[in-house]
Each structure stands twice: as structure tokens, then as C-alpha cells.
């Protein structure tokens, strides 16, 4: 994967984000992840669910051991959820390949001019964090991981600027129970690509991301010990298995909460 294709990646998508009407600001923006309104407030009542599992399982419990965290925010996109955490008193290192302000990293600039602790943002892949070894008590793939191309460096840098005892969380990345489910699903988005990305679709679909994650591909790729949090999501979006079941159709992803202790 080249620097000049990454650049064109970041740059296309964030013209597809802003023909999706994905960029916010105001009120709107402010509000994630609790977004009542739009054509993605059901997705985004997903991932507050996500969020506040994220809050009560991992960061709270975490800092009432060690204090004030450092977290760092893979993927970060708006630095949504770094401004969440700063709200509670810790800081944030918001990291993403994107800096534009549709809703790339400088699209955060109202969150790091009301948050309370700073956020830090760094332009950057997480395939190489410019960051010191042990930086951060928590690292979270925001909405991310799936943007991996090489799982296992992927993992291995995360675990690299983690510090001891602390948390590598994977948040709101497609997880299928079969190999074979993703796949299908990868297959339905390059056979509807035209349609979806237009004349972006070659750029958007030209790097090898791995798209969707299983049990079996982070055990493969990691020595972490992965635990599964469950996460009750909203009723749509907990019958999808259902209404795939009955249309015959692949099973469906699901998001939870996937987390691992630095050793």
C-alpha cells in the first residue's frame, strides 16, 4: 500500500461521506453519539449503544485503578468519542489518515476548543502510530479496525503503545460467527460498488482492507486473549438475523464490544 494511494483513498472518501450527508456541525455535531435526527440516527443509536458499553465496562472501571487515562482514538474520524472522554477527565490522542473537515480529524475542532482535558489529533495511520512505546492506557479501533490490510502488524502496533495492564478495545467493527458470511458480504459490496461509489469505487475498493473480522482471524493474529462483551442494541438492529433467516439471505454482522488486556 502506497502513500499516494492512502492520500487518494482519504481524499475520495471524504467526498463520498460528504455526498452521504455525513458531515455535521453544530448542534448535530455536539450531540454524537446521541444523533436523534437524519437519514444515520439509527445507526448512530447503534453505536451509542456501543459507546456506553465502552463507558461503564471498560473506561470507568479502568480509571477508577489507575487514575485519569490516556487514551488513544484509532480512527478517530470528528473525535467524537474523544471529546465523550475528555468530558470525564481524560485525555485523548485522536489519530486518523483523514484531516478533513467533512468528517475527518479538523472537523473536530469545536470538540477540542469545549473539551475540558486535551485532545491531542495526529494525522497518521494506525499501521504506525508515531507514538512511544507504552503511551496510552487505552486504545480503542473506533469504527475502524476493519480498515486494517494487515491484521497482525495492525494488532502488534496497537499492543506496542499500549501500557501494561491496560485495554485494546475494538469498537463497532463487523464481526461475523462464519468466514464465510463476511465474505459474502464483501462480495455484495464489490458487485454494487458501481452504484454505491460511482466513479470512486475504484479508488475506494482498491486497498486491501480486510473489511470484517471473526473470532478466528483475531486469534490468528494476535496472542491477545479477546473477550466478547455482548451489547443489547436496539430492536431493528437485534431482528436482523431474524428477517435474514426468513429471506434466505447471509447472516447479518454484529458490532459488540471486543476487548483485550495489554500483558
Not at 502506497?2 to 455536539?30: N, V
Not at 453505536?47 to 480509571?63: D, G, K, N, Q, Y
Not at 486497498?207 to 442494541?233: G, K, V
Request: hydrophobic share 50%; proline share 5%.
Amino acid at each position: 500500500m502506497t502513500e499516494a494511494a492512502l492520500a487518494q483513498f482519504a481524499s475520495d472518501y471524504a467526498e463520498h461521506r460528504a455526498a452521504e450527508g455525513r458531515g455535521y456541525a453544530g448542534d448535530a455535531l455536539l450531540s454524537l453519539p446521541y444523533l436523534k435526527n437524519g437519514p444515520f440516527a439509527a445507526q448512530w443509536a447503534v453505536r451509542a449503544r456501543s459507546f456506553e458499553a465502552l463507558m461503564t465496562r471498560i473506561v470507568r472501571p479502568l480509571a477508577a485503578t489507575r487514575g485519569a487515562l490516556n487514551m488513544l482514538d484509532l480512527g478517530a474520524g470528528n473525535c467524537w468519542l474523544s471529546y465523550r472522554v475528555a468530558l470525564e477527565g481524560h485525555h485523548a490522542i485522536a489519530l486518523d489518515i483523514r484531516d478533513d473537515a467533512v468528517d475527518g480529524l479538523a472537523a473536530g475542532s469545536p470538540f477540542v476548543a469545549r473539551a475540558p482535558v486535551g485532545i491531542d489529533r495526529i494525522t497518521a495511520s494506525f499501521d504506525a502510530i508515531p507514538l512511544d512505546a507504552a503511551s496510552a492506557d487505552l486504545t480503542v479501533f473506533n469504527a475502524a479496525l476493519h480498515y486494517a490490510t494487515d491484521l497482525s502488524a495492525t494488532l502488534a502496533e496497537a499492543t506496542r503503545v499500549t501500557r501494561r495492564g491496560g485495554r485494546i478495545v475494538i469498537l463497532d467493527s463487523p464481526f461475523y460467527r462464519r468466514e464465510r458470511d463476511g465474505l459474502a458480504m464483501v462480495a455484495e459490496k464489490r458487485a454494487q460498488a458501481a452504484q454505491r461509489f460511482g466513479e470512486r469505487a475504484d479508488s475506494l475498493l482498491g486497498l486491501p482492507f480486510i473489511e470484517f473480522l471473526t473470532r478466528d482471524r483475531l486469534a490468528a493474529a494476535s496472542e491477545l486473549d479477546w473477550q466478547r462483551n455482548w451489547i443489547l442494541y436496539p430492536i431493528g438492529y437485534e431482528l436482523r438475523p431474524i428477517k435474514a433467516a426468513l429471506q434466505r439471505a447471509r447472516a447479518p454482522s454484529r458490532f459488540d464490544l471486543w476487548v483485550a488486556e495489554r500483558p
